[in-house]
C-alpha cells in the first residue's frame, strides 16, 4: 500500500478508535482514575509526564546546531541528520496540535488550575468548538503528540530499537491517563499527530532524493 494510502487508513482508524473511546471508554476510564488511583499514586504518574517536557527547547537547539553546521558548509552525518529530522517534527508536532487544541475545545478530565470546568467536578464532557483558553485544551494531548513526533522519527531511522520507542510511548501515556491529565481518546489523537508529523518529515527529508540548494538569494 502506498504511504498516503497508509496514512489515510490510519486517519480513519484513528477517527473510529476516538469516536469509540469518546463514547464508551473516556469517561468510565477517568472515573475509575479518580477514586481509585489519584488518592495514592498521583505523584508517581505525574512524574512519567514530564519525560516530553524538555523536547521543544531541545529542537530549537537541535535546529540552531544543525543549521549552523549547514552554513558552515558541513554535510550532516546520519545522526545529525535524525536530529534535525526529530527536532523539525517536534516543532510540527506542536504548532499542530495547538491549531487542533483551539478547534476542537475539549475540557479536561479534571480541575487543575483557575477552577476550569471538568468532567470530574461539574460533570462538563464534550468539545466547545473554536473556543481558546486553558480550559479547552485537552484534545488532542500535547504530551503525546511531542512524544510520538520523537518516536516515530527514531521508529524509521533506527527499526532495531522499536521495542524501546514504543515502550517510551506506552509510558507517557500511561502517566498521562494514570495521573487523569487526559481522556482516553486524547491519547489517541495526539499520538497520531505526532506520528503524522515525524512520518511526513521524514518522507520530506528523504535521503534518497536529497533537495538541492539553488544558492543564497540575490
Known amino acids: 500500500m502506498p504511504p498516503l494510502q497508509r496514512w489515510l487508513a490510519a486517519l480513519a482508524a484513528t477517527a473510529v478508535a476516538t469516536v469509540a473511546a469518546y463514547l464508551w471508554l473516556d469517561r468510565p476510564i477517568a472515573t475509575f482514575v479518580h477514586f481509585q488511583i489519584l488518592r495514592e499514586h498521583q505523584a508517581m504518574f505525574a512524574k512519567l ?6 523536547l521543544i527547547p531541545l529542537a530549537v537547539l537541535a535546529f540552531v546546531g544543525m543549521g549552523l553546521l549547514a552554513l558552515a558548509g558541513r554535510p550532516l552525518t546520519r545522526w545529525q541528520t535524525v536530529v534535525f529530522i526529530a527536532g523539525t517534527s517536534l516543532v510540527m508536532a506542536e ?19 483557575n477552577n476550569n470546568p471538568s468532567f470530574i467536578r461539574n460533570g462538563v464532557y464534550g468539545f466547545n468548538w473554536f473556543h481558546d483558553g486553558a480550559a479547552y485544551r485537552s484534545f488532542p494531548s500535547g504530551h503525546m503528540s511531542l512524544t510520538c513526533a520523537l518516536v516515530a522519527v527514531l521508529w524509521i531511522w533506527y527499526p532495531r530499537g522499536r521495542p524501546l ?5 506506552v509510558v507517557v501515556a500511561v502517566g ?12 489517541i489523537a495526539g499520538s497520531f499527530v505526532g506520528a503524522s508529523t515525524g512520518w511526513m518529515v521524514t518522507a520530506l527529508c528523504d535521503q534518497r532524493a536529497p533537495l538541492r540548494s539553488p544558492g543564497p538569494p540575490v
Request: hydrophobic share 45%.
Open 49 to 54: 509526564t514530564h519525560i516530553p517536557e524538555p
Open 95 to 113: 504548532t499542530t496540535k495547538n491549531g487542533l487544541k483551539y478547534v476542537f475545545g475539549r475540557t479536561w478530565p479534571e480541575t487543575w488550575v
Open 165 to 169: 520507542w514504543a515502550l517510551l510511548a
Open 176 to 187: 498521562l491517563v494514570g495521573a487523569n491529565y487526559h481522556f482516553f481518546s486524547d491519547i
